[in-house]
């Protein structure tokens, strides 16, 4: 009981500086470690060669799509949960987070079965070469089915965080990283395993974060109580959590869409151009996962102070969340630039054209990466607030709205160029319609605030 009501105190009324630090720092530590696995991953299975990079770079969108429905509930449960909690309904978060768990693992397990049954077509759509085909498939027999360990995980992520258990997150996200990291030599190299090893590597470390995840579930650490009995998927609750849960699925899917693109887009250019892609990708996605895991940090805060009518408590955790995150993606975009050809060298025994390609690239993710804080507050601003609609739009924009039209007809007028700089241009654009959406959304809250005022004054 005492570890819950300090978990609400932290929600509730610490200064915002240490409730982000309490709650971002540990999620942000978990999922930088796990981005470096990611780099760790690509690095290794990079040195096999060109097609074993690019068959890696195929499946990974695959993997998102299949995580993306436990971001689906888990998400759209937390944005659910700690406005809940902020209103003190225990017994109603109670259901909202049982029926979340258990409706992510069933409809990830009919999703994955589907997936493996149609695997060498959905390969083909995703961009793979005749090269690339027979590593993507050894790779992604393996690592599809062990991603019902990530569905899993990334649901009890999102559930945990909302109750503001952040260092549990963070053991899982540690724990399941290094090991992965430990693993993918061994089994790629000293087994002789190749691609295979990889996948395993990542099956094993993602059943040991799932254990976890269960350690503090049985223990009965949580706020919540995760029982079977409490699974009880009303309509009015499922409306509740896919409002928010359904927007978090489309950015998944978005994403894994964009990397298809981009896979495709670069089909013709050769296995080296797909590998680099990926590598910037892979690069990528190390700064967004930092700025993803400091905002889960964010959200609790922003859902609970807005269910509690916290009105400047929510503007000074925006605004602080705005600081923080823009000056750690200026410092990494500004790295990411200049050291653009050694970072990319790491994930070839040599290609030129590897090189090359994901040099140029990396330079123009670099600088554009500089607006990701500011997008991304807002975006996740949106979902926690419960409001799904300008959410949605908002989330869709980086890799859907604007980036769809962007990689459709770019490389048709400017080449391999139009491929390398889709990204950064679509990014600048997301980043303008962030600021008439945040416009707007402070003066929704300032009339909010204003007739909270004259109710507690009535």
């Known amino acids: 009981m005492k570890e819950s009501n300090n978990k609400m105190e932290l929600l509730g009324n610490a200064p915002i500086p240490k409730a982000l630090m309490a709650l971002g720092?540990?999620?942000?530590?978990?999922?930088?470690?796990?981005?470096?696995?990611?780099?760790?991953?690509?690095y290794f299975v990079g040195g096999l060669g060109?097609?074993?990079?690019?068959?890696?770079?195929?499946?990974?969108?695959?993997?998102?799509?299949?995580?993306?429905?436990?971001?689906?509930?888990?998400?759209?449960?937390?944005?659910?949960?700690?406005?809940?909690l902020g209103r003190g309904d225990k017994d109603t978060a109670n259901k909202v987070a049982s029926t979340a768990l258990y409706s992510s693992v069933l409809v990830g397990a009919i999703i994955i079965i589907l997936a493996t049954i149609f695997l060498k077509p959905i390969l083909t759509l995703l961009g793979a070469t005749d090269t690339i085909m027979p590593y993507a498939l050894t790779y992604a027999r393996i690592y599809v089915v062990s991603c019902i360990f990530n569905v899993f995980n990334v649901t009890m992520n999102n559930i945990v965080t909302s109750e503001g258990a952040a260092k549990t997150t963070m053991c899982a996200l540690l724990l399941g990283a290094i090991l992965n990291i430990a693993l993918d030599p061994i089994f790629i190299y000293v087994f002789e395993m190749g691609v295979a090893g990889a996948a395993i590597a990542t099956a094993i470390s993602q059943f040991v974060s799932t254990l976890v995840y269960l350690t503090y579930a049985l223990r009965k650490k949580s706020v919540f109580t995760f029982s079977v009995r409490e699974f009880v998927p009303t309509k009015q609750m499922m409306a509740e959590i896919l409002k928010i849960g359904v927007p978090t699925?489309?950015?998944?899917?978005?994403?894994?869409?964009?990397?298809?693109?981009?896979?495709?887009?670069?089909?013709?250019?050769?296995d080296a151009v797909i590998a680099g892609m990926g590598a910037v990708t892979r690069v990528a996605s190390m700064g967004t996962l930092v700025v993803f895991g400091f905002l889960k940090g964010f959200q609790p805060i922003a859902g609970f102070s807005y269910g509690a009518k916290k009105f400047d408590r929510l503007q000074e955790a925006i605004k602080t969340s705005i600081l923080w995150s823009t000056i750690f993606c200026v410092i990494v975009g500004l790295l990411m630039a200049v050291f653009s050809t050694q970072i990319i060298s790491q994930f070839t025994d040599g290609n030129a054209e590897m090189i090359s390609v994901g040099q140029k690239s990396l330079i123009a993710n670099g600088f554009s990466f500089m607006l990701f804080g500011f997008y991304t507050v807002y975006s996740s601003l949106f979902l926690a607030l419960g409001k799904g609609t300008a959410g949605f739009i908002?989330?869709?924009?980086?890799?859907?709205?604007?980036?769809?039209?962007?990689?459709?007809?770019?490389?048709?007028?400017?080449?391999?160029?139009?491929i390398l700089y889709a990204q950064p241009i679509a990014d600048v654009i997301s980043a303008v319609i962030t600021i008439f959406m945040a416009l707007h959304l402070h003066k929704e809250l300032s009339a909010e605030k204003i007739i909270s005022v004259e109710q507690k004054n009535f």
């Open 50 to 84: 060109e097609s074993q990079m690019g068959a890696i770079s195929i499946v990974f969108p695959l993997g998102q799509v299949v995580v993306g429905l436990g971001l689906m509930f888990g998400n759209g449960a937390a944005s659910y949960l700690s406005r809940l």
């Open 394 to 418: 908002l989330g869709a924009c980086r890799q859907g709205i604007c980036f769809v039209p962007v990689i459709l007809i770019l490389p048709v007028l400017w080449g391999l160029n139009g």
């Open 249 to 270: 699925l489309t950015f998944q899917l978005l994403t894994s869409l964009s990397i298809a693109l981009i896979n495709r887009a670069a089909n013709g250019y050769g």
């Open 25 to 42: 720092i540990p999620i942000m530590i978990g999922m930088l470690i796990n981005a470096l696995y990611n780099l760790v991953d690509a």
